[in-house]
């Protein structure tokens, strides 16, 4: 049995070599045509305030995509604050760990041209949904324990001097869309209110 790799410099995380080249995505040097993406599938992970202020997000590639198919895939709470009906999203899938083999499959089935991954700290889950998930392009923020699993990243801006919606904006600037002023929008499902 040989010794287990340590991490080096040429494999900072100590993943081994293998793991490395399986998930070592190729970079593109050319942002994505959003316009005549079929699919764009949105991830978004962890607190509901930072999902609640990523909604321009999808007002914002609803515009520049109008025919796309917008897929976000959130935690199970959160999806419940999306109604069926919303304006700027088709579906929402839910990540709920005990479902894992079932989400593979749906968002293989999926086949989304475009990744975008909203998560703007390192979340290990949100890149394996990247490599899981197959895209044609996959877009995230420029973390050394994520980056290879997309296809373009984005450096991240010092968070002690950016909101994260100015972060969410260079995202979406980073594949073609114009953001001129992003404003948080909450489409209220009317079955909750109706039931406040």
């Known amino acids: 049995m040989s010794p287990p790799e340590t991490p080096s410099e040429d494999r900072p995380h100590g993943l081994p070599r293998w793991v490395q080249r399986l998930t070592r995505r190729r970079a593109q040097a ?95 889950t949100s890149a394996l949904i990247s490599l899981v998930a197959g895209a044609k392009t996959a877009v995230g923020f420029d973390f050394d324990e994520t980056r290879h699993a997309f296809h373009r990243t984005v450096p991240v801006a010092d968070k002690t001097r950016t909101h994260v919606v100015d972060r969410l904006a260079d995202l979406l600037r980073s594949v073609g869309v114009a953001v001129d002023q992003p404003h948080p929008r909450l489409v209220i499902n009317p079955t909750a209110e109706r039931d406040v």
């Open 30 to 124: 050319d942002a994505p045509d959003v316009s005549a993406a079929r699919t764009i599938l949105l991830v978004r992970l962890g607190k509901l305030g930072d999902l609640i202020v990523s909604t321009f997000v999808f007002a914002a590639l609803r515009q520049a995509a109008p025919n796309a198919r917008l897929v976000l895939l959130t935690l199970p709470r959160a999806a419940q604050l999306f109604p069926p009906d919303h304006p700027d999203l088709d579906a929402v899938l839910t990540f709920d760990r005990r479902h894992l083999p079932g989400l593979a499959r749906e968002l293989r089935r999926l086949r989304p041209d475009l990744l975008l991954d909203l998560n703007d700290t390192p979340s290990t």
